[in-house]
């Protein structure tokens, strides 16, 4: 009987032994993403809605090439007018247009370069609606998740309550559109006086009408239909991705529970 070579009974390492120190860390790595996958969804939106402050704070320490970064990268999502945006690091948290004209004068349609001057403070890159509706959806968020955290449990919001939250943000936003296309045309929009309001309010309020900064009807309708309609997508839609996750991990669990180890 032939006698077989020692280096031949030899058994080759198997390629999925040696990788499988390497699919353990992967599957580790998924295993975490998939069970902390709503807080790293809410840190990624706290990022994202709370950058645009990181914008006047980098114009305050005279990092202007960050902050360019920033209003350029933000350009690609909000008009950033001054008139409707909010200023830090300075006297007033909102100008007029003529205060903002008087030392950067452009047509008010071309105001959204304006970033500010050490003197007025520096523009935050996003509007006031965009503030309350997206930072506010984040925050909304992360207020679901910690509570979610603590064992408190919502219901989701039914539809129809959605559809009406989301109701006054739509209008208020649609007018806006429309004045300012009217604006183009004629000069002047209806949303930048408010005449309408005035004359059923009897002129109560004779500040409260005309203009977008602080204090005036455009201020208020702006913030507190961001701030609603970001509510109504938060109670609506969080609960539901818990639900969601919750019965895929049922579901993982029954089919791994099936396969004895």
Not at 42 to 53: A, R
Not at 91 to 105: F, G, K, N, S
Not at 186 to 197: A, I, K, M, Q
Request: charge should be positive.
């Amino acid at each position: 009987m032939e006698r077989t070579p020692w280096a031949e009974t030899q058994v080759a390492p198997q390629p999925a032994a040696r990788n499988a120190p390497r699919a353990g860390s992967m599957d580790r790595a998924a295993d975490f993403v998939v069970r902390h996958l709503v807080g790293l969804m809410v840190l990624g939106l706290l990022v994202v809605t709370l950058l645009p402050f990181a914008a006047p704070l980098f114009m305050h320490w005279g990092w202007e090439r960050p902050a360019t970064l920033l209003y350029s990268a933000y350009g690609y999502t909000c008009h950033q007018l001054p008139q409707r945006s909010w200023f830090l690091f300075g006297p007033r948290l909102t100008y007029t247009v003529d205060e903002i004209q008087a030392v950067w004068p452009a047509p008010a349609s071309q105001l959204r370069g304006f970033v500010g001057t050490p003197q007025m403070g520096w523009k935050v890159a996003w509007s006031d609606r965009m503030l309350s509706w997206y930072t506010m959806t984040a925050l909304w968020f992360a207020l679901y998740w910690l509570l979610r955290r603590l064992g408190v449990r919502s219901r989701p919001l039914r539809w129809s309550l959605l559809a009406l939250a989301l109701a006054p943000i739509a209008l208020d936003g649609a007018t806006h559109m429309l004045s300012d296309v009217m604006a183009g045309v004629s000069g002047g929009g209806f949303r930048d006086t408010n005449e309408w309001l005035r004359v059923l309010t009897a002129n109560v309020w004779p500040a409260f009408y005309g203009g977008d900064h602080q204090g005036t009807f455009n201020w208020w309708s702006r913030l507190f239909t961001g701030l609603l309609g970001a509510w109504a997508i938060t109670a609506a839609f969080y609960p539901r991705l818990e639900l969601m996750l919750a019965a895929d991990a049922r579901r993982t669990h029954d089919a791994t529970a099936d396969f004895p180890n």
